[in-house]
């Protein structure tokens, strides 16, 4: 008999079981999961021994890549600078082929001057004589092209004390003075004041550059160009 205002919980058996074994499950739970923790950090603790190889290993394969990367750069630069060196040996080659070609010599009694040879006559005639005496040298009568030329024949004129005819005349009939090879004069290298038209062909002295009467017996200047031997 049960004492009167007391109540008396019973449980079923089957849920009695049920709790028991409930905390039994978690127990093995429990050491499963311990069992695995101790695995794992086991397997987490290398030898210090491995570490040293793994760093050993990757310093040589980081030196490896630099040393293909600077072997590359170097082939790459030797594969620039081979076709430049091969230019400039050529290119130099050229030039010394070229100055032992480029020789360049005047006739005997020629006197050399940049491109040109000029031949001081020996004797004195009208400006037709003298065209025709450079004909035959195979030379013309000398026209001026630049300033240091025009000085040059200056100063050897009063070397010799001579005054030349040079291949300059005054064409009436277009009141230009032409050059022998037909080229209009440059008022900006000569100027000539003509004051009489009879007086058309062009004397050159030490001091200045002058008309005359082309009949007029005067020594003159031939040039022709230099020879390449």
């Known amino acids: ?34 069992v695995y923790s101790l695995h794992f950090q086991d397997a987490c603790r290398c030898p210090r021994w491995h570490w040293l190889a793994l760093k050993v290993g990757c310093a040589g394969l980081i ?7 600077g072997f590359g750069v ?21 030039t010394e082929a070229t100055e032992r070609s480029v020789i360049l010599t005047c006739p005997r009694d020629w006197h050399p001057y940049w491109d040109k040879c000029l031949f001081i006559s020996q004797t004195s005639g009208p400006w037709a004589e003298g065209l025709a005496d450079c004909s035959v040298k195979e030379a013309t009568l000398l026209f001026i092209e630049y300033e240091e030329e025009l000085r040059f024949i200056r100063e050897f004129s009063e070397k010799i004390g001579q005054t030349f005819y040079i291949g300059l005349n005054y064409v009436p009939a277009k009141k230009i003075w032409k050059w022998i090879n037909g080229s209009i004069l440059n008022p900006h ?36 160009k230099l020879k390449h031997v």
């Open 74 to 94: 170097s082939v790459g630069f030797l594969v620039q600078i081979l076709p430049i060196e091969k230019c400039a040996a050529a290119q130099e080659n050229l």
């Open 189 to 224: 290298l000569l100027q000539i004041t003509l004051k009489d038209e009879e007086k058309s062909c062009t004397l050159i002295s030490k001091t200045k550059v002058f008309s005359d009467i082309c009949s007029t017996d005067n020594h003159f200047v031939c040039q022709k």
């Open 1 to 34: 008999m049960q004492e009167a205002g007391k109540l008396s919980v019973v449980r079923p058996r089957c849920e009695q079981g049920k709790t028991a074994a409930t905390g039994q499950l978690k127990k093995q739970n429990l050491w499963i999961l311990h």
């Open 63 to 69: 030196l490896l890549v630099l040393s293909l990367a």
